[in-house]
């Protein structure tokens, strides 16, 4: 079984700084693409960042040159550091991750629970 545990969300004013991580953790065998998705109230669910397993990287145009995201492959996680912060940055996020739990078996989409996030004005 693949777990994926999220922390850091909170409420932050506007402007300020917060850092999520994401721990992937079970029967891995190797993971793919990992990122971070958010879903406001009354909104679909929609990327905010993600992370191939060598590195590169791809932003939405909203949070380009404010967040950042990251991993560690050795430790299976990816994290996601927001600055800059704006009200129309809260929403719930969710960490993602594609993962091949076994040699033989093919990849499959994981998701976190969620963490809240709430940036104040």
């Known amino acids: 079984q693949v777990q994926l545990v999220e922390s850091g969300g909170g409420l932050v004013q506007a402007g300020g700084s917060l850092r999520l991580s994401c721990a992937a953790s079970g029967r891995i065998f190797s993971i793919n693409d990992m990122g971070w998705y958010r879903q406001a109230p009354g909104k679909q669910r929609e990327v905010v960042a993600t992370i191939a397993s060598g590195g590169n990287s791809n932003y939405a145009d909203s949070v380009k040159g404010r967040f950042t995201i990251s991993r560690d492959n050795a430790k299976s996680t990816v994290s996601l550091q927001m600055n800059s912060l704006k009200p129309e940055d809260t929403a719930v996020y969710y960490c993602?991750?594609?993962?091949?739990?076994?040699?033989?078996?093919?990849?499959?989409?994981?998701w976190g629970q969620g963490t809240q996030v709430t940036v104040s004005s």
């Open positions: 993602y991750a594609n993962i091949r739990p076994t040699i033989s078996i093919t990849w499959i989409d994981y």
